[in-house]
């Protein structure tokens, strides 16, 4: 779709218009007492019961697919939450079933280098010189087996998982510690080590202790190859043998900047850089063990400082060694900036963008209270009369992942698995991916260790929102490799000569009936344009609705882009 092709072009503008406004709010009802749980007690709230259940979907997951709606009223929402609390519990064999093809990630990281390996010095020498055709390089590299493949197969689950899963909360989190301990893909030996990390530093603590998850992301060869912490050592080491014997090394600055800045206390959470050079020091030493071959953690006592540290105006006594480090996790968890950092970046997650200060308070009290507690200080906000507000509802602006998942799974939308192997194209994430990219959000790829953002004005701009327009309409003409969606089931009995029984079947599909009267004022000036009913003026012939076209300018709303 180009901008300005005839009706089209003119919904994308109306629509760019309303997506920058603020968040259309639900008409008042009375307060509805929610429904009774085993563990949770829900507030009141002036939400409808179908709102309420949106809400819940949309930000506990990547949205309902058809009949969840249902499915949360039958069970109760509070049971729901409960139930998304503990993924453990949640069978999800048909996930696991379709991310199995893709082989790459169940490897370790030293199989990873073995398997996927770069060329090599020589042999790109031997190239350069002529001594070697491209051809002959790629016999002996092939596509298939070079490490791109590995963080294409990473894109590949994390889209299967974010379309499938039934633990929609796990998956949310994931992607949410992902970005706030992030390591960029592309970076040296960090591509073999990204799938490890995933997998043993992230997924089994996203909703566990946050000490745990800061411990787990410290020691981890990617976090320290990608902050460099694995070259830092005492200021006055210098190499006694090998290629390098007579250099002298020293510290590096990086990881303890960026552990206190975006991991722990925040940027305005009360060190200084005396506090940064501290922090160093007890990490000297926390290195990989033959990182271009996937080694695992170690701890180098030659290149500690074995000296006394200040940090925080707590002492760490001298002769600490690999125990320095984790002396300054315990400090840097527990200092109430930490609490307050961590509760803010979750509430405005699942809240709004700027996060209601009381609420923002109690969940940190929450985090203090449990010692870190990520499934309660999550309770917290889940059962507070915020989360459940007017202006909390549709407040969110989706990231380019988020609606992109989330349109699949409106739409009902199949993701087929990899079926073994990988080649140039198998299964249906990886496509997907490529969808998120195109919108500005490729995934393991962000370069800074902020990650990607969470707040609208990343997002939000004309150019973005007809990406969004133009991934909709591939969607629905299931032109979007490995992803079929069935939209003349999903319409049911809708008449296609009659348009507007095809617009309301689709708003009632997609929107739930939520659409706001400028947005259905809009999408009613379309019925009669002859992009939609594929007649003009001059016709005699029945109307036949384009129902796949009418589908991405519901998917385009304003509604749908928020969550």
Same mark, same amino acid.
């Given at each position: 779709?180009?901008?300005?092709?005839?009706?089209?072009?003119?919904?994308?503008?109306?629509?760019?218009?309303?997506?920058?406004?603020?968040?259309?709010?639900?008409?008042p009802?009375?307060?509805?007492?929610?429904r009774?749980?085993?563990?949770?007690?829900?507030p009141?709230?002036?939400?409808?019961?179908?709102?309420?259940?949106?809400?819940?979907?949309?930000?506990?997951?990547?949205?309902?697919?058809?009949?969840? +709606?249902?499915?949360?009223?039958?069970?109760?929402?509070?049971?729901?939450?409960?139930?998304?609390?503990?993924?453990?519990? &949640?069978?999800?064999?048909?996930?696991?079933?379709?991310?199995?093809?893709?082989?790459?990630?169940?490897?370790?990281t030293?199989?990873?280098?073995?398997?996927?390996p770069?060329?090599?010095?020589?042999?790109?020498?031997?190239?350069?010189?002529?001594?070697?055709?491209?051809?002959?390089?790629?016999?002996?590299?092939?596509?298939?087996?070079?490490?791109?493949?590995?963080?294409?197969?990473?894109?590949?689950?994390?889209?299967?998982?974010?379309?499938?899963?039934?633990?929609?909360?796990?998956?949310?989190?994931?992607?949410?510690w992902?970005?706030h301990?992030?390591?960029?893909?592309?970076?040296?030996?960090?591509?073999?080590?990204?799938?490890?990390?995933?997998?043993?530093? &992230?997924?089994?603590?996203?909703?566990?202790?946050?000490?745990?998850?800061?411990?787990?992301?410290?020691?981890?060869p990617?976090?320290?190859?990608?902050?460099?912490?694995?070259m830092?050592?005492r200021?006055?080491?210098?190499?006694?043998?090998?290629?390098?014997?007579?250099?002298?090394?020293?510290?590096?600055?990086?990881?303890?900047?960026?552990?206190?800045?975006l991991?722990?206390?925040?940027?305005?959470?009360?060190?200084?850089?005396? !506090?940064?050079?501290?922090?160093?020091?007890?990490?000297?030493?926390?290195?990989? !063990?033959?990182?271009?071959?996937?080694?695992?953690?170690?701890?180098?006592?030659?290149a500690?400082?074995?000296?006394?540290?200040?940090?925080?105006?707590?002492?760490?006594?001298?002769?600490?060694?690999?125990?320095?480090?984790?002396?300054?996790?315990?400090?840097?968890?527990?200092?109430?900036?930490?609490?307050?950092?961590?509760?803010?970046?979750?509430?405005r997650?699942?809240?709004?963008?700027?996060?209601?200060?009381?609420?923002?308070?109690?969940?940190?009290?929450?985090?203090?209270?449990?010692?870190?507690?990520?499934?309660?200080?999550?309770?917290?906000?889940?059962?507070?009369?915020?989360?459940?507000?007017?202006?909390?509802?549709?407040?969110?602006?989706?990231?380019?992942?988020e609606?992109?998942?989330?349109? +699949?799974?409106?739409?009902?939308?199949r993701?087929?698995?990899?079926?073994?192997g990988?080649?140039?194209?198998?299964?249906?994430?990886?496509?997907?991916?490529?969808?998120?990219a195109?919108?500005?959000?490729?995934?393991?790829?962000?370069?800074?260790?902020?990650?990607?953002?969470?707040?609208?004005?990343?997002?939000?701009?004309?150019?973005?929102?007809?990406?969004?327009?133009?991934?909709?309409?591939?969607?629905?003409?299931?032109?979007?490799?490995?992803?079929?969606?069935?939209?003349?089931?999903?319409?049911?009995?809708?008449?296609?000569?009659?348009?507007?029984?095809?617009? !309301?079947?689709?708003?009632?599909?997609?929107?739930?009936?939520?659409?706001?009267?400028?947005?259905?004022?809009?999408?009613?000036?379309?019925l009669?344009?002859?992009?939609?009913?594929?007649?003009?003026?001059?016709?005699?012939?029945?109307? !036949?609705?384009?129902?796949?076209?009418?589908?991405?300018?519901?998917?385009?709303?304003?509604?749908?882009?928020?969550?």
């Amino acid at each position: 779709m180009r901008r300005g092709s005839g009706a089209v072009g003119l919904m994308v503008a109306a629509l760019v218009g309303a997506a920058c406004s603020s968040a259309p709010r639900p008409a008042p009802a009375a307060a509805i007492s929610p429904r009774a749980a085993t563990g949770l007690t829900l507030p009141a709230s002036a939400l409808t019961p179908g709102q309420r259940i949106l809400h819940v979907l949309d930000r506990l997951g990547y949205g309902p697919r058809p009949g969840d +709606v249902e499915r949360v009223r039958r069970m109760g929402i509070a049971a729901y939450i409960e139930r998304q609390l503990s993924p453990r519990d &949640i069978p999800d064999s048909a996930t696991e079933q379709a991310v199995a093809g893709y082989p790459a990630l169940a490897l370790s990281t030293a199989q990873l280098v073995r398997e996927y390996p770069l060329p090599s010095p020589e042999v790109r020498q031997r190239l350069a010189q002529g001594d070697m055709s491209r051809q002959d390089m790629m016999q002996m590299f092939p596509l298939a087996r070079r490490p791109a493949i590995i963080t294409a197969q990473l894109q590949a689950v994390r889209m299967t998982r974010a379309v499938m899963s039934e633990r929609q909360l796990e998956e949310v989190m994931v992607d949410f510690w992902f970005n706030h301990f992030n390591v960029y893909a592309q970076k040296g030996a960090v591509r073999w080590m990204v799938p490890a990390y995933e997998r043993e530093a &992230i997924r089994p603590y996203a909703l566990g202790r946050f000490r745990d998850l800061v411990l787990a992301t410290a020691r981890h060869p990617a976090m320290l190859f990608y902050l460099d912490n694995w070259m830092s050592t005492r200021a006055d080491l210098v190499v006694p043998r090998g290629p390098n014997a007579g250099r002298r090394l020293g510290l590096n600055e990086n990881y303890a900047r960026e552990l206190m800045e975006l991991h722990t206390l925040g940027v305005d959470g009360g060190y200084t850089q005396s !506090d940064v050079v501290e922090v160093a020091r007890c990490f000297t030493g926390w290195s990989i !063990d033959r990182p271009q071959q996937g080694g695992g953690f170690i701890f180098r006592p030659l290149a500690h400082d074995r000296g006394a540290k200040r940090v925080l105006g707590q002492v760490i006594p001298a002769g600490g060694g690999e125990q320095d480090g984790e002396r300054v996790i315990d400090i840097l968890v527990r200092h109430p900036s930490t609490a307050r950092f961590i509760a803010t970046k979750l509430t405005r997650r699942f809240v709004s963008d700027d996060p209601p200060p009381a609420l923002v308070q109690r969940a940190a009290d929450t985090f203090q209270r449990t010692d870190g507690d990520l499934r309660a200080v999550l309770t917290t906000i889940f059962t507070s009369p915020e989360f459940w507000s007017p202006e909390a509802y549709r407040a969110k602006i989706k990231t380019p992942l988020e609606v992109v998942a989330s349109a +699949v799974r409106s739409l009902d939308g199949r993701v087929d698995g990899a079926g073994g192997g990988f080649g140039p194209f198998a299964g249906g994430g990886l496509p997907l991916a490529r969808e998120v990219a195109k919108l500005g959000e490729p995934l393991y790829e962000a370069q800074p260790p902020t990650g990607y953002p969470d707040r609208a004005e990343a997002w939000v701009n004309t150019g973005a929102l007809l990406g969004r327009m133009n991934f909709a309409l591939g969607l629905a003409h299931n032109r979007v490799r490995g992803t079929r969606v069935d939209l003349a089931g999903l319409l049911g009995g809708a008449d296609r000569r009659e348009p507007g029984q095809v617009l !309301d079947r689709l708003l009632a599909l997609v929107l739930h009936g939520e659409a706001t009267a400028r947005t259905r004022a809009v999408l009613a000036a379309e019925l009669e344009s002859p992009e939609i009913t594929r007649t003009t003026a001059y016709d005699r012939v029945s109307k !036949d609705t384009d129902a796949e076209k009418l589908a991405a300018l519901v998917l385009g709303s304003p509604e749908f882009q928020r969550r």
